[in-house]
C-alpha cells in the first residue's frame, strides 16, 4: 500500500514589501483573523489554512506571489463589502466556467503589494 506523502495545505506564504501596510489590509480590509507578527512575518487563521504574509530575505523571493482564490458563499456581495473598504479589483464577478450545473464566479482583485488574488464561488443552477 503507498503512503500519501502530502496531507494538505498548511500554510501559503505571501511576499509583501511593507507588513503593516499588508497585516492591515489582511486584517481590516478581508477580515482574517491574525493569528500573531513578528517585525517582518505576519500570521492569519484562514479555515484551517495559514497565511504568512512576509518581507522577503532574498531579492529572488521579492516577486508576485501565486493567485490564492478565497471562497466566498455570496461573492457579489463580498464583492460589494470589499469594493467600500476600498479594495482595488481587476474586474466584476463573473462565471469563469459551467460544468453540469454548476457554475464557477470569480472576481479578481490586488492587495497592497501588488499581489493578484481572488474570491470565487461555486453556485448550483
Not at 457579489?76 to 460544468?99: M, Q, R, S
Request: aromatic share 12%; proline share 2%.
Amino acid at each position: 500500500m503507498e503512503t500519501k506523502m502530502i496531507q494538505k495545505v498548511g500554510q501559503i506564504g505571501v511576499p509583501v514589501q511593507d507588513i503593516n501596510r499588508a497585516q492591515d489590509f489582511y486584517k481590516e480590509k478581508l477580515g482574517l483573523s491574525l493569528l500573531f507578527n513578528t517585525d517582518s512575518l505576519a500570521f492569519f487563521e484562514c479555515n484551517g489554512l495559514r497565511l504568512m504574509l512576509t518581507l522577503p530575505e532574498k531579492e529572488e523571493f521579492a516577486y508576485s506571489s501565486s493567485v490564492i482564490y478565497f471562497q466566498v458563499d455570496h461573492i457579489k456581495d463580498t464583492y460589494e463589502n470589499l469594493v467600500t473598504k476600498g479594495v482595488t479589483f481587476i474586474d466584476e464577478p463573473h462565471v469563469v466556467a459551467k460544468i453540469g450545473q454548476t457554475e464557477t464566479w470569480m472576481a479578481f482583485f490586488k492587495d497592497t503589494e501588488g499581489n493578484t488574488h481572488a474570491l470565487m464561488n461555486e453556485v448550483q443552477v
